[in-house]
């Protein structure tokens, strides 16, 4: 009879350590499961700060690259003048004929 009980609480002991352990596992795979959560919601926040500088920087290539900022330029800080009609010389490409 005692080895019965001895037995058996044994059980009800190695019973209890389990479901601690067990217990123990799924709190922990939670906690792993929030920050990398965390992280995640942390690289998209990163993700959608670049793409919105790589919009600003794109606006901003296609604002000095425009044409009429080119020229605008080209006058202001190089002394560049449009030409008249009369100084313009048409050279055709011998390879279209």
């Known amino acids: 009879m005692k080895n019965y009980r001895k037995s058996k609480s044994k059980f009800y002991i ?4 389990s479901i601690i ?3 123990s596992f799924f709190v922990w795979e939670k ?13 998209h926040a990163r993700t959608a700060k670049v793409e919105a500088e790589n919009q600003r920087i794109d606006m901003k290539i296609l604002e000095i690259t425009s044409l009429n900022n080119l020229e605008e330029t080209g006058k202001k800080r190089f002394g560049l003048v449009a030409p008249d009609i009369a100084n313009i010389v048409i050279i055709e490409d011998d390879l279209k004929k």
């Open 14 to 17: 190695l019973f209890a350590f």
């Open 21 to 23: 352990y067990i217990g």
């Open 31 to 43: 906690m792993q499961q929030k920050l990398l959560s965390q992280k995640i919601n942390s690289i």
